[in-house]
């Protein structure tokens, strides 16, 4: 997990890990040079529970960095990515372990997931594609991964790379292409992820766009002859130019 100055959230999301059925696990927290109270309750919690490991950098190298920091000093066989302002459903871990023992062709699973909207005051249910097919054909086009639903090999991630910090925006969905250019993934079609819908700023909307259209064309390789599927990414271009003249 790496984490930024959430004090409000943070204190939820280390708890869902920690009350996880699965219980042979360490939760490596890289602390992005927080300004608020979270160091002091980082560490006031890895007093109580030795399992947490925290990191804390001097200088914000942004959340692509701090995870790729995470996962360098991780000692797992697998790697859950954790949001600080998402949390785990506690069977979480120990249902997506059993699929990746079971599979070993799998590097890569993740789940669906609820999202809590405080404005509306509404609970939106995001269901994802489920197969390693399906997946292929939305990656061309969208991110078909929750990134705090992943659970992904280690040995994936040593061989194809860690995040790639030019995208400070959608670096998940650089990484996912790269695993799948060698293993497969899928999605448990269970609610094991929850998260808050928060507002962005527009610049933040817009990198995020931008980088979610450059990021499947780069990657047209990997796709193949799911790069059929490339026209719904004008979906992408309209949203964005709304944006951009907004």
């Known amino acids: 997990m790496a984490v930024r100055n ?14 996880q059925s699965y219980k042979n696990l360490e939760m490596v927290v890289v602390d992005d040079s927080s300004t608020d109270r979270t160091p002091e309750i980082l560490y006031e919690l890895a007093k109580k529970d030795s399992r947490i490991k925290i990191l804390r950098l ?10 790729n920091i995470g996962i360098k000093h991780s000692e797992g066989e697998y790697i859950a990515i954790l949001d600080a302002d998402d949390w785990f459903h506690p069977q979480k871990i120990e249902i997506q372990v059993e699929f990746l023992e079971a599979k070993k062709e799998y590097g890569l699973v993740g789940t669906f997931c609820i999202t809590l909207d405080p404005i509306k ?15 292929l ?11 705090s639903s992943v659970i992904i090999r280690k040995s994936i991630l040593d061989e194809v790379g ?6 400070r925006r959608a670096h998940d969905y650089d990484l996912y292409f790269r695993i799948l250019s060698r293993s497969r993934a899928a999605n448990i079609p269970r609610y094991l992820c929850f998260r808050i819908k928060r507002m962005h700023r527009k610049r933040v909307q ?14 047209f390789r990997v796709l193949r002859k799911n790069i059929i599927y490339y026209p719904l990414l004008l979906r992408r271009l309209i949203t964005l130019t709304f944006l951009l003249i907004s």
Do not use: D, W
Request: aromatic share 8%.
């Open 6 to 19: 959430e004090e409000n959230r943070v204190i939820r999301a280390i708890n869902s890990v920690l009350n």
């Open 58 to 67: 001097r200088k914000n190298l942004g959340a692509a960095q701090a995870r």
């Open 162 to 167: 860690y995040y790639n910090p030019r995208y």
């Open 206 to 219: 817009l990198e995020s766009i931008l980088n979610s259209i450059v990021i499947p064309l780069s990657h």
């Open 121 to 135: 005051n509404r609970i939106l249910k995001t269901q994802l594609p489920i197969t390693h097919e399906e997946i």
């Open 137 to 147: 054909k939305t990656m061309a086009y969208r991110n078909p991964f929750i990134h």
